[in-house]
């Protein structure tokens, strides 16, 4: 291919498209390292070439210069390990895969090696993680706590994610937010107290990046704003999480001065990220009335079916 495109090169004339450019880019680009099914941290793996034949027993395995672990030969062609952490690789890389006997190297390719990135619950994250359609996961680990959490993935219009979480290293995915085609993913789902690890799954769409936020409660705001009408001081305040530090302004801040009494938080999705309405007593929202205005439609939430509501 490389030398037919060189050719193409060589003959095209000066008023020509450049679309044989165009292709030679792409293919001296594309990146030529083994895509694992998972490629995470404590994940079992498996990978097959013809050139492992008669190379499957009595040998070691590195990944980026670390040795694996549970090492075994599945077929005559084909090996299994378990990825080990490679310090200082924070996304997902291309790495060197070695396979050893008696210290010498006797196979040897690149293979793609994804973190388990720890996420905070409830924060802003400025991180865009980058994914397509080649390198189509990403990982991340979470402290839960027994409650039900709210993902949201935003900043990839041009794209359709999906949102897994298992439970255990090698466990099955359960995905829970697939709904929409293109443009941010989000649901909720009941979580167990303990780690909890999440796969973003790129599944169809152009490539590029996007954020990743949780909530199980209100979130920790980088802006905030009150909703006042019928000259109330203390209606309504959101926080939105976004994707800078957080503010100091945020709504308990802004209502501190007027000391009004908080029945309830809803915290809901949106293409933008997570926000968390805040409801108060005095502007006329009890509890009651402030969780049905969360969770059922027409009480002027976002989302209400991907909502969560915490009474205070």
């Not at 060189?6 to 680009?29: A, F, H, N, Q, V």
């Not at 309830?264 to 108060?280: H, V």
Request: charged share 15%; glycine share 10%.
């Amino acid at each position: 291919m490389i030398t037919l495109l060189l050719c193409m090169l060589g003959c095209k004339k000066k008023d020509s498209s450049d679309t044989e450019t165009i292709l030679l880019g792409m293919l001296l680009l594309a990146p030529n390292d083994v895509i694992l099914e998972k490629g995470y941290p404590g994940s079992q793996n498996q990978l097959q070439n013809t050139e492992l034949v008669g190379k499957t027993t009595g040998i070691t395995i590195k990944v980026g210069g670390v040795a694996t672990t549970g090492v075994s030969a599945v077929s005559s062609d084909t090996i299994q390990f378990t990825m080990p952490v490679i310090p200082g690789i924070n996304e997902n890389a291309a790495v060197d895969f070695a396979v050893e006997k008696d210290g010498a190297v006797i196979y040897n390719t690149k293979v793609r090696y994804r973190p388990l990135v720890s996420w905070n619950v409830n924060q802003p994250h400025s991180i865009y993680r980058p994914i397509d359609s080649r390198d189509n996961k990403s990982f991340y680990q979470i402290s839960a706590t027994t409650a039900t959490h709210v993902f949201n993935t935003f900043g990839h219009g041009g794209f359709d994610l999906d949102i897994s979480y298992f439970t255990s290293l090698n466990g099955n995915p359960i995905s829970f937010a697939n709904k929409r085609m293109n443009g941010a993913e989000f649901n909720k789902v009941a979580l167990n107290a303990g780690t909890v690890y999440v796969m973003v799954q790129h599944i169809s769409g152009f490539g590029g990046t996007y954020n990743l936020q949780v909530a199980n409660s209100g979130v920790v705001a980088s802006t905030s704003a009150k909703l006042t009408y019928a000259n109330w001081q203390f209606n309504l305040c959101y926080d939105t999480m976004g994707i800078g530090p957080a503010t100091g302004n945020n709504c308990d801040a802004q209502m501190a001065v007027y000391s009004p009494t908080r029945s309830g938080r809803c915290t809901y999705p949106s293409d933008q990220g997570l926000t968390t309405r805040n409801y108060y007593l005095e502007g006329g929202f009890d509890t009651a009335y402030a969780q049905s205005t969360c969770l059922n439609p027409g009480g002027g939430s976002q989302n209400e079916a991907e909502s969560i509501f915490i009474a205070n």
